[in-house]
Each structure stands twice: as structure tokens, then as C-alpha cells.
């Protein structure tokens, strides 16, 4: 089918919950690049938004999926599953959890978070503390309960009645957390860097007056690190940066590296709260998911790929900072790794989205004044130069020439 067919038919039989797609289909993807139905090559910054950290069909993905394909997709978790055990140990075995239940999404995974802290709570006895504070310009998830948590007015508008029991506050604000959490606070839930909201990271000392307010009130902390975890900022996990430990964190997007898989981590304290028939999942886990994370791993581990994105996006950021200096209408650069937000002066955000795919670059936007770059963390200096040196341009048609 050409793009146009693809597109009729889109129209007619799915569901527009995307508005107007930008208009292109992918054959196939390679590395950094993605190939059209129209046989266009596109250098891809925007990396399926934050999940192909591997870049497209890495070979030991692909050979993991296919292998593990030609044996057993799926038996469901009434049975032992060997990687699913394996999986779970290598997390534990990379971060402060202990105890690893699987999903197949990040809003899935979150929402077991929830779950897992109101049973840690009920568990001791606290049947009314289950409240959640969580941040505004949040991103949690599209259920529900998920909605309730995502601080954003646009995502929970239509579907009020919300989920009681949920509130956010202003992030890097101790005042208003403190007096958002009463006796009934059963967690706080938050983004170490928030993506979706345009790259925000939330402060140092903010995280840690968090932590402690957490263990003085036996409130228990929850990152959302589905799309800052797996190396993306370029630690493994985000918390790393903090020196803090969440009693929980979720995970999902480049875990699978495009294979659907979440995952909620815990310490054992929390876990432990969860009993036999608590919580579970028809596909959540099934040895194909688990075997396309243990291959993410592998090649994490194999390749550098932390440490890749931490040089890359410290050369990145750079770069930006340099066109931030030559264009008045750049006003800030911010981000971590290869999870990194241009905040502009002006609404040209969608503009400049448009002008690089023009080009052949994909990117994202954020509402109408950011871009946001999430590109695959194999990604080398050449990709940056050739994105940089077309951001450059693009930035100059805009302006007309006044660097300003
Ligand atoms: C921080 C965060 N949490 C949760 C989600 C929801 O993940 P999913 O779309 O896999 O349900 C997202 C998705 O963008 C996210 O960025």
C-alpha cells in the first residue's frame, strides 16, 4: 500500500485518538534510521519515544525475539518461566529492588505501584491511608487511575469523575508537598525527570527533603522511571543521580527496546505486602517479553550503551548551548543523557518539528514552545553534527537571519 492508502484506510477504521499523524509510514528501521513506505531515510531523534534504545533491529534483539518465537511465545505465568526468573534477577541484581513483578506497559506498571502501595499500607493495619500526591506537568499513564495521578489538566478534564484520592502539587515546592500529606498519605509519586511535560527534572534538594519526609511519615515513594530508566539520562536508573532510593519504581518504554514489557520494582518490604491472587497479568512477563529485556540488558551491558549516552549527551548539550548562544530564540537547553528538552522564546515548536522532518529528522514537540530529543543511545557524534548542523538552519530560516 502507498502512504495514501495507508492513510484512507487508516482513517476509516481506526480510532483517531492521534489527531493528524505526521504523514509517513515506516517499512523498516535500521540503527539510528528509519525507512519510508516512500523510500524516504529518516535519522531518527525521537527513538519511539524513548523506547528504541538500541536503535532499530538490533541484531541481538531481533535473534532474541525470533528465537524465542520459534519455541514458546506465550504459556501465561500459571506456570515457572525461565527468563521471566532471569529478567528479574538481572534488575534486582542493577538497582535497589528486590522483588520484580512484570506488566506490559508503563501506565500497567504504574498502576501496580499504586495498587502495591495501598496493600502495603492496608496490610499494617492502615486501611484509610491510601492517598497519592504526585507532581503537577506529570505523566503517569492513560488509565484510569493512572489519569488521576497524571498532573495535567488536559488528560483528566474528560474523564471526570477522576479516581478519588489522588492530588498533585507544585514540583521543587516542600511547602505545598507538606501540606498536601496528611495521616491518610499512603504515597508520593513522581517523575525524577519528567518527559512528557517537556523534560523537567526535579531538584536535588527537593528529592531528598522528599525522601525524608517519606520515611518520616511512613509514606512510601514511588519514581516513574518509564521513561527516564534504562539509561536514558545516562545512568541505568534515573535515582542514581539523586543518591536516593524509591521504595518503588516502574519501568516499561526501552525495556523490551519496542517489544511491550513494564515492569514494577520494589523493596522487599513493600513487595512482600503483595499475596498470591493480589495482582497479576494474562501476557505481563510471558517468555518472548522477557527474553527482548534480557537482550536489552545484554547489549546495554555489551555495548556501553550508559556510558555512550552519557558522553553523547554531554556533546549534545554542547551543541545545543552553542545554538542557544547564536539564536536569542532558544532560552534554555535542559535534560540529562540523551533525554534532553530546547525550550524556545516563541511558539515555533511544531514549526521546527516540521521544517527538520522536511529534512528527514525526527523529533518531538511539546506543547508549542519545546522540542523534545530522545534519540536511540547508540547514537554517535556524526548523528549530532548532521541533527545540529540542520537544527542550525532551521533556526536561521525562522529568524530570518537575526541571531538576536
Ligand atoms: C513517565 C511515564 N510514565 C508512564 C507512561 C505511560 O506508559 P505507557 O504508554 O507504556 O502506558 C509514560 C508514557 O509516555 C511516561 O512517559
Do not use: W
Amino acid at each position: 500500500m502507498n502512504l495514501n492508502e495507508i492513510i484512507q484506510k487508516d482513517k476509516m477504521y481506526f480510532m483517531n485518538t492521534f489527531g493528524n499523524r505526521t504523514p509517513v509510514a515506516f517499512n523498516y528501521g535500521r540503527g539510528m534510521y528509519l525507512y519510508s513506505t516512500d523510500n524516504r531515510q529518516f535519522l531518527d531523534f525521537m527513538g519511539g519515544i524513548a523506547v528504541s534504545a538500541l536503535g532499530h533491529s538490533h541484531p541481538l534483539l531481533v535473534d532474541a525475539i525470533s528465537e524465542q518465537a520459534r519455541k514458546l511465545i506465550h504459556c501465561s505465568s500459571l506456570y515457572y518461566i525461565e527468563s521471566q526468573a532471569k529478567l528479574a534477577e538481572v534488575i534486582c541484581k542493577a538497582s535497589c529492588a528486590d522483588k520484580v513483578f512484570f506488566s506490559n506497559s508503563g501506565a500497567e506498571a504504574n498502576e501496580g505501584a499504586i495498587k502495591l502501595a495501598r496493600m502495603y499500607h492496608r496490610k499494617k493495619g492502615n486501611e484509610d491511608k491510601f492517598e497519592i500526591v504526585t507532581l503537577e506537568n506529570s505523566f503517569h499513564g492513560r488509565t484510569l487511575a493512572t489519569i488521576a495521578a497524571t498532573g495535567q489538566d488536559k488528560y483528566q478534564k474528560p474523564y471526570n469523575p477522576l479516581t478519588p484520592k489522588f492530588k498533585s502539587v507544585p514540583m521543587d515546592n516542600m511547602a505545598a508537598l507538606e501540606a498536601a500529606v496528611n495521616e491518610n498519605t499512603c504515597a508520593i509519586m513522581l517523575e525524577p525527570i519528567q518527559g512528557e511535560s517537556g523534560v523537567n527534572p526535579v531538584s536535588l534538594d527537593y528529592i531528598k527533603s522528599v525522601r525524608n519526609l517519606c520515611y518520616e511519615k511512613d509514606i512510601v515513594l514511588i519514581f516513574d522511571e518509564v521513561q527516564c530508566g534504562m539509561g536514558r539520562t545516562g545512568k541505568l536508573f534515573a535515582y542514581e543521580h539523586f543518591g536516593v532510593e524509591p521504595d518503588i519504581f516502574t519501568l516499561a518504554k526501552a525495556l523490551g527496546g519496542g517489544f511491550p514489557i513494564g515492569a514494577l520494582c520494589a523493596k522487599d518490604y513493600v513487595a512482600s505486602a503483595f499475596s498470591p491472587g493480589d495482582h497479576g497479568s494474562t501476557f505481563g512477563g510471558n517468555p518472548l517479553a522477557c527474553e527482548a529485556g534480557l537482550a536489552v540488558f545484554r547489549a546495554i551491558k555489551e555495548e556501553y550503551l550508559v556510558e555512550n549516552c552519557e558522553r553523547m549527551g554531554l556533546y549534545l548539550i554542547g551543541k545545543l548551548n552553542a545554538l542557544k548562544m547564536k539564536f536569542g530564540i532558544v532560552s534554555e537547553v535542559r535534560g540529562s543523557g540523551l533525554m534532553i528538552g530546547i525550550e524556545f522564546n516563541s511558539d515555533i515548536a511544531v514549526e521546527v518539528k516540521d521544517k527538520l522532518f522536511d529534512r528527514n529528522i525526527l523529533i518531538g514537540s511539546v506543547k508549542t514552545k519545546i522540542i523534545r530529543l530522545l534519540p536511540p543511545l547508540i547514537v554517535s557524534k556524526e548523528h549530532i553534527d548532521t541533527l545540529c548542523s540542520n537544527l542550525g538552519e532551521v533556526l536561521h530560516e525562522i529568524t530570518g537571519g537575526h541571531s538576536g
